[in-house]
C-alpha cells in the first residue's frame, strides 16, 4: 500500500489506492477472524495460544525475530484497526493540502499498529509501536489545528518518555529472564525472573505502556493531541493508538511478570480508578467537543486498565470487550466532531446550538454515538461496561468491590456530560443564522458513519461471537498471571 | 399450550421501530403511522390471546398458575454467571402485557389526532415502537439483568419522547434531566443486581428453582438464596434495598421524584403512556417481581419502602392540590397513586420459610398489582382526555380553562368518570383497588391506614378541584372570540371511550362481586402465592373511605364549582407561604438544582479540570520547560571555539590530577 501511494500521481489515484488497500486490509482481517475460529475448532487454546505463528530471525546476537502470530486477542483488534482504517479514509475524502503525503504518513501509522498487534516478540513489537508514534508528529504538526505545534510536540515527547521506560523494562526482562529469545510466549513459559526483578521492572512497563493508554497522572498529553489531530488521525489515535496500551500492559507487563502484577496491582488500581471517575468529571465542565471526547477516552481507556487489573476472567474479556467498543465509539465520535467542525469552524459547545435541524444525519449520529458512549443497551457500550463490572466484582475482597463501585458511578457521569454535549450544541435555537446556510453529511462522509455505526450496534446486539474470541485469548494469558 | 408464537410481541415493535427509524423519513406521516399502529395492533391482539390462554389454563397442584419459559437463552456468558435474554409468562407479567398493549394501541390511535401534522410525526412513532418493545422486554424479563438492560432502553425511549420538541429548551432540559436523575438511581440498582448475582449465583427470577421450561428442563441456573443467606444475613438486604433505590427513581419516588412533573414537557399522549401508566410502574412492578425474596428475607427492609412510599403519597397530594398546570396536578397524582402500590406491597406481613405465602397477610400484593391495572386505565384516560383540552384551548394552564363541558361533551364524561375512578367511588375501578390498598395498610398499623385515608381523600380534593377547573367555572371569552374550543376527532375520542369502559365495566364488576363475595375478580387471576383469592370488602374500610372521598368532592364542589370562589381567594390569601411553597413543590428542584449545579458542577468538576490542566499538565509543562532550558544552558558550551576548549582541557586535567594525587 505504502509503494502503491509512492506510485500514485493524482488526488484519485491516492483516493483510490486508499480505499482498494484499506477495503483488502478490512477483508483480511475478516478472513483472518473466520480462518481464526476455524483453526481454533481443531487447535484448544490450552495447547496452542498462537495460531499462524511464524518465526524470522531478524538480529541474532540478540535473539531479535520477526515473529508473528495471533490469538483471540490479536483478532479483534486487527479487526479494530481495519475497520477504523478503512472508515478514516472515507472520513478524510476530503482534506486537501498534501493529501498524498497525508496518506502516506497515515499507512504508515497503520501499519505500525498492526506490526505491534500480531507481532509476539518484544522487540519488534517495541520497533513497532515507535513506528505508530513517529508518524503521529508530522500528522497532527502539519495537518492539525490550534495550537498544533505544542501539541504534536507534547503528545510525541510524553509517548517518547513512556518508550524510553518501556526498551528499559524490556531489557531487564530479557537480561534477568536469561532468555536466549525476545519471544513473549517463550519468555512466559519460562517464569523465571525473581519476584523483586519483577517488581523493579514491572512498573516500567506498565507505565510505559499506561502512558499511551491514558494511565492518570500520565493521560494530559490526549486532550491537547486530540484537539488539534485531524480527523482521521483522532480517529486512528484514540480508536487504536491509545489500545496498545492497554494490549501492552496484558500482553507484555502483565504476562511476562505475572507476580509484580499480583503484587503491585493495588497501586495501580487506585490510579485507574482515578483516571475513570476524573476522567469523566474533567469532561463534564469542557467546552471544546474534543476536549469532552478526549476526557472521555480518559475514563474509559482507564476503565480497560482497571478491568485488566482486576485479573478474572471475565473482567479481563470486558476489558478487551471494552478496547474494541470504545475504540468503534471514539472513531465515530471524533469522526462526527471533525464532519461538525468542518461545517461550523468552531468545536466550542457554547458557540454551537440547533444542529438538529440543519444537518439531521450527522446530528442523529452524533446522538447514537452520544447514547452507545453512555452505555445503552444495544449498543457495545453496555456489553463491555457490565462485563467489566461483573468480572471486578467477582474478586471477594472489600477493595475491590469498592474500587468497582467508585468506578460504576462513571456511568452516571458520562450520561451528564454525553447528555449535557447534546442538549447543547444539536438541540435548542439555532446558535448562530451563519449555520443556517450549512449542508448535511456528504456520500463519503455518510458512509463511513454507516459502517461505524453498524459496528458498534452489531457488536452490542451479538455479543456473543466476540466475547468467545476474546476469552479464548484472555484465558491462557491469565492462567499465568494467576498461577 | 404452545407459547411459541410470543416472541412475536417483542419482535414486531422491534420491526417497525427499525423500518421507521431508517426508512421513516421518506414516508407520509399515514404510513408511517399505520406501521406502528398495525404492529402494535396485532401485539395487543396476542397479548389478549396470550393471557386468554395462560389464564384458563389448568391451575397447578398448589392452586397456581404454572410459570412458563418459552425462550431463553444465553446473549452474554460473564464468567460463571450469564447474561440471559428470554421470555417469560407468570400472572404478573401476563397482566402487565395486557396494560402496556392496551394502553400502547390506545396511545399509537390517539396520537393520529393529536400529532396530525407534526414535524417529525414518523419519528415518534418510531420512539413509541421502541419504548413500547422495551417495555414488553422489560415485564417478559427472565432475569434481572434482562430487566435492566430493558429498563436502561425504556429509559432511554422517555429521553427521547420527553425531548421531541427539541427546539424547545424546556422540553430539553426536562428530558436531561429525566435521564439522569433514573440514571442515577439506575446506579444503585446496577450495584444492587451485582451483590445480588455474586451472592446467589445468579441473575434469575427463579428463586425456588421450580422455573421449567416447555420441554421441562430448568432454563436457567436458579437462583442460591441459601448461599446468600449463609453469607451474611444482611447481603440479601442489602441489594434489595439497593435495587428499590433503583425502582424508585424510575416509579418517581420522594426524592428521586423530581423529573416526572418536568417530563410533561412531552407529547401528552406520551405523558399519558410513558410517564403515567406503563414505564412509571417499573419500580413497583420491579418489587413485585422481586416480592418473594422480600417478604422472606428482608421483612424488616419492606418498611422503607413503607414509609417512603406513605410520605410520597402525602407529598405528591399536597403538592397537587396547589399546581395550575393541568398535566403537573395529572403528573403529581401518578406519584401519589404509584406511591399507593408501593405502600401495598410494603404492608405484606413476612412469610415464613417453606410455607406457602399466606395470601390473607399479603393481600397488599394483590391490591398492588390491582391498582396498578386500574390506574393504568384511569390515568391514561386523564391524560389523553387533558390531550384533548390542551389541543383545544392550545394551553395547560388551567387559568385558561373553565366552562369547557359545553364544548367538549365527550372529553367531559370521560374525564369525570376517571376523576370519579381516582377518587374512589363505589362502581368505578379505583374504588376496588383503593379500597384493597386501604384495608391492607390497616392490617399493617392503623397509623398507616388512617394516612392513606387521608391522601385519599386529597386525591378526590385535588382532582376534583381539576375537573371543575376545566369544565365549570368562568369561560375564558377573550380565548372564545378567537376561535371556540371544539371536541377532538373521533381518533381522540375512541380512546378514551375504550378506556373508560374498561374502567367501568372493571370497577362494577369488581365492587359487585367484592360486597357479594363472587370470584373472578382480579384476585382470581394475580396473587401473593397464586392461589385463588377473593376478598370480601371490609364494610367498615369501604364506608369510612367512600364517605370521606364524597365529603372531599362536596368540598372542591362548594370551593371551585361557582363562577367566582371566594372561599379559594381567601385561602390563598390566608397562606400564601404554604401555597407558594406547595405550588413550587416544596422547592425540591431548587435543592437539587443547588447539589448539581453549585456543588458537583463549581466545586467537583471544575477544579478538577483546572487541576488538570494547571497542576498534572502543568508539571510535564514544567519537565519539557526545564529539559528545554537545560538545553539551552549546555548549548553555549558547545561553541565551537578552540581556546575556551583548551582552557577546560586544562582545568579538567589539573582537577583530575590533584585528585588522584589527594587519594
Known amino acids: 500500500m505504502l509503494l502503491g501511494l509512492w506510485i500514485a500521481r493524482n488526488l484519485n489515484q491516492v483516493r483510490g489506492v486508499m480505499v482498494v488497500g484499506s477495503s483488502c486490509l478490512l477483508a483480511l482481517s475478516v478472513w483472518l477472524v473466520f480462518a481464526f475460529l476455524d483453526m481454533r475448532a481443531t487447535m484448544p487454546a490450552e495447547e496452542f495460544p498462537m495460531l499462524f505463528a511464524e518465526s524470522i530471525p531478524w538480529f541474532k546476537p540478540l535473539n531479535i525475530a520477526y515473529s508473528v502470530g495471533v490469538d483471540g486477542i490479536s483478532v479483534v483488534m486487527l479487526l479494530l484497526s481495519s475497520i477504523i482504517v478503512f472508515t478514516g479514509t472515507f472520513a478524510s475524502w476530503q482534506l486537501k493540502p498534501m493529501t498524498k503525503e497525508y496518506f502516506l504518513w497515515f499507512t504508515l501509522l497503520s501499519t505500525g499498529v498492526y506490526g505491534f498487534f500480531i507481532c509476539t516478540d518484544m522487540f519488534t513489537m517495541f520497533m513497532f509501536y515507535e513506528v505508530a508514534l513517529i508518524p503521529m508528529y508530522l500528522l497532527i504538526g502539519v495537518w492539525g489545528s490550534g495550537n498544533k505545534e505544542y501539541a504534536a510536540m507534547k503528545l510525541t515527547l510524553m509517548l517518547m518518555g513512556g518508550s524510553a521506560l518501556l526498551i528499559i523494562g524490556i531489557l531487564g526482562i530479557y537480561y534477568f529472564s536469561g532468555a536466549t529469545t525476545m519471544n513473549v510466549q517463550e519468555i512466559a513459559a519460562m517464569h523465571n525472573i525473581p519476584v523483586d526483578v519483577q517488581k523493579i521492572f514491572f512498573p516500567f512497563i506498565f507505565i510505559g505502556f499506561g502512558v499511551l493508554g491514558a494511565l492518570f497522572p500520565f493521560h494530559t498529553w490526549s486532550p491537547d493531541g486530540h484537539a488539534s489531530a485531524p480527523t482521521a488521525v483522532s480517529m486512528l489515535h484514540a480508536g487504536v493508538l491509545m489500545k496498545l496500551g492497554g494490549y501492552g500492559c496484558f500482553r507484555v507487563a502483565m504476562y511476562l511478570l505475572p507476580d509484580a502484577a499480583q503484587e503491585l496491582a493495588w497501586v495501580f488500581l487506585i490510579l485507574t480508578t482515578i483516571s475513570v471517575v476524573y476522567g469523566a468529571l474533567s469532561a463534564c465542565v469542557q467546552t471544546d467537543l474534543k476536549y469532552i471526547n478526549a476526557y472521555s477516552s480518559v475514563s474509559h481507556c482507564g476503565l480497560v486498565l482497571f478491568a485488566l487489573l482486576m485479573m478474572t476472567k471475565t473482567a479481563c474479556t470486558g476489558a478487551i470487550l471494552q478496547m474494541l467498543s470504545h475504540g468503534l465509539m471514539t472513531a465515530l465520535f471524533f469522526a462526527l466532531i471533525g464532519m461538525i467542525y468542518g461545517r461550523t469552524h468552531t468545536r466550542d459547545i457554547r458557540k454551537l446550538g440547533g444542529l438538529m435541524k440543519i444537518m439531521p444525519f450527522l446530528s442523529v449520529g452524533y446522538v447514537i454515538a452520544g447514547l452507545a458512549n453512555l452505555g445503552l443497551p444495544g449498543f457495545s457500550g453496555f456489553i463491555a461496561e457490565m462485563t467489566i463490572f461483573v468480572g471486578s466484582f467477582e474478586n471477594a475482597d472489600m477493595f475491590h468491590r469498592v474500587a468497582t463501585i467508585i468506578a460504576c458511578t462513571s456511568i452516571v457521569v458520562t450520561a451528564v456530560y454525553i447528555l449535557r454535549t447534546v442538549g447543547r450544541i444539536l438541540f435548542g435555537n439555532v446558535a448562530d443564522p451563519h449555520y443556517l446556510e450549512l449542508t448535511d453529511a456528504t456520500w463519503d462522509e455518510r458512509f463511513s458513519v454507516c459502517c461505524l455505526i453498524f459496528c458498534v450496534a452489531g457488536l452490542g446486539s451479538f455479543p456473543l461471537w466476540a466475547s468467545n474470541v476474546i476469552t479464548d485469548g484472555v484465558a491462557p494469558i491469565l492462567s499465568v498471571i494467576n498461577f | ?663
Not at chain 2, 444 to 457: C, E, K
Not at chain 2, 514 to 526: C, I, K, P, Q
Request: aromatic share 16%; glycine share 8%; charged share 10%.
Open chain 2, 1 to 663: 399450550m404452545d407459547y411459541s408464537f410470543v416472541f412475536l410481541i417483542l419482535l414486531l415493535p422491534l420491526f417497525s421501530f427499525i423500518v421507521l427509524g431508517l426508512a421513516g423519513m421518506k414516508m407520509p406521516h399515514k404510513t408511517a403511522g399505520l406501521i406502528g399502529t398495525t404492529s402494535l395492533g396485532i401485539v395487543t391482539a396476542l397479548s389478549y390471546y396470550t393471557a386468554f390462554c395462560y389464564f384458563t389454563a389448568e391451575r397447578g397442584a398448589d392452586g397456581a398458575f404454572a410459570t412458563l419459559v418459552p425462550y431463553n437463552f444465553t446473549w452474554l456468558p460473564l464468567g460463571q454467571l450469564n447474561f440471559d435474554l428470554g421470555i417469560m409468562l407468570d400472572p404478573i407479567s401476563v397482566m402487565m402485557l395486557i396494560v402496556i398493549s392496551t394502553v400502547s394501541l390506545m396511545v399509537h390511535i390517539y396520537s393520529f389526532g393529536y400529532m396530525h401534522g407534526e414535524k417529525g410525526f414518523q419519528r415518534y412513532y418510531a420512539y413509541l415502537s421502541l419504548f413500547t418493545m422495551s417495555m414488553l422486554g422489560l415485564v417478559v424479563a427472565t432475569n434481572i439483568f434482562q430487566m435492566y438492560l430493558f429498563w436502561e432502553l425504556v429509559g432511554v425511549s422517555s429521553y427521547l419522547l420527553i425531548g421531541f420538541y427539541y427546539p424547545l429548551q424546556p422540553a430539553v432540559s426536562a428530558s436531561k434531566k429525566a435521564f439522569i436523575v433514573t440514571r442515577f438511581a439506575d446506579m444503585f440498582f446496577l450495584i444492587g443486581i451485582l451483590i445480588f448475582g455474586y451472592y446467589t449465583g445468579s441473575f434469575s427470577f427463579s428463586f425456588a428453582g421450580d422455573v421449567v421450561m416447555a420441554d421441562g428442563t430448568a432454563p436457567f441456573i436458579p437462583v442460591d438464596v441459601m448461599k446468600a443467606v449463609a453469607a451474611g444475613g444482611f447481603i440479601l438486604p442489602t441489594a434489595l434495598v439497593l435495587m428499590f433505590i433503583g425502582g424508585a427513581g424510575k416509579s418517581a419516588m420522594f426524592p428521586l421524584h423530581i423529573w416526572l412533573p418536568d417530563a410533561m414537557e412531552g407529547p401528552t399522549p406520551v405523558s399519558a403512556l410513558i410517564h403515567a401508566a406503563t414505564m412509571v410502574v417499573a419500580g413497583v412492578f420491579q418489587i413485585a417481581r422481586l416480592f418473594p425474596l422480600w417478604v422472606e428475607y428482608a421483612p424488616g427492609q419492606m418498611s422503607i419502602v413503607v414509609w417512603v412510599g406513605v410520605f410520597t403519597a402525602f407529598y405528591a397530594a399536597a403538592v397537587a392540590c396547589a399546581q395550575s398546570d393541568i398535566k403537573r396536578v395529572l403528573a403529581f397524582s401518578t406519584i401519589s397513586q404509584i406511591a399507593f402500590m408501593m405502600v401495598a406491597l410494603g404492608v405484606c406481613m413476612p412469610g415464613h420459610h417453606g410455607e406457602v405465602l399466606d395470601n390473607h397477610a399479603q393481600l397488599g400484593f394483590m391490591a398492588s398489582m390491582f391498582h396498578l391495572f386500574t390506574h393504568a386505565m384511569f390515568k391514561a384516560c386523564l391524560f389523553l382526555g387533558a390531550g384533548c383540552i390542551i389541543h383545544a384551548v392550545h394551553s395547560n394552564e388551567m387559568s385558561t380553562m373553565g366552562g369547557l363541558r359545553k364544548y367538549m361533551p365527550v372529553t367531559h364524561i370521560t374525564f369525570l368518570i376517571s376523576c370519579l375512578a381516582i377518587a374512589g367511588i363505589p362502581f368505578f375501578s379505583g374504588f376496588s383497588s383503593k379500597d384493597e390498598i386501604i384495608t391492607a395498610c390497616f392490617a399493617y398499623s392503623p397509623v398507616v391506614g388512617w394516612i392513606m385515608t387521608g391522601v385519599a381523600a386529597m386525591t378526590a380534593f385535588y382532582m376534583f378541584r381539576l375537573y371543575y377547573g376545566i369544565f365549570w367555572g368562568t369561560e375564558n371569552k377573550e380565548l372564545h372570540a378567537h376561535h371556540t374550543p371544539h371536541e377532538a376527532p373521533l381518533n381522540m375520542t375512541l380512546p378514551l371511550i375504550v378506556l373508560c369502559v374498561i374502567t367501568v365495566g372493571v370497577g362494577v364488576y369488581t365492587t359487585i362481586a367484592g360486597f357479594a363475595g363472587w370470584g373472578g375478580s382480579f384476585g382470581s387471576f394475580v396473587t401473593a402465592s397464586g392461589a385463588e383469592y377473593n376478598i370480601h370488602f371490609d364494610l367498615q374500610v369501604a364506608a369510612t373511605s367512600t364517605i370521606i372521598a364524597i365529603i372531599s368532592i362536596a368540598l372542591a364542589t362548594y370551593i371551585y364549582k361557582g363562577e367566582k370562589q371566594p372561599i379559594a381567594d381567601k385561602l390563598y390569601r390566608t397562606f400564601p407561604k404554604l401555597h407558594r411553597a406547595a405550588y413550587k413543590r416544596f422547592y425540591m428542584d431548587e435543592v437539587y438544582m443547588f447539589v448539581t449545579h453549585k456543588i458537583i458542577f463549581r466545586c467537583v468538576s471544575t477544579p478538577i479540570a483546572w487541576f488538570d490542566r494547571h497542576v498534572i499538565d502543568g508539571t510535564f509543562d514544567f519537565l519539557a520547560w526545564g529539559a528545554n532550558e537545560a538545553g539551552e544552558t549546555i548549548r553555549p558550551w558547545q561553541s565551537g571555539d578552540v581556546r575556551k576548549y583548551a582552557v577546560w582541557f586544562i582545568t579538567g586535567t589539573v582537577a583530575l590530577t590533584l585528585v588522584l594525587l589527594c587519594i
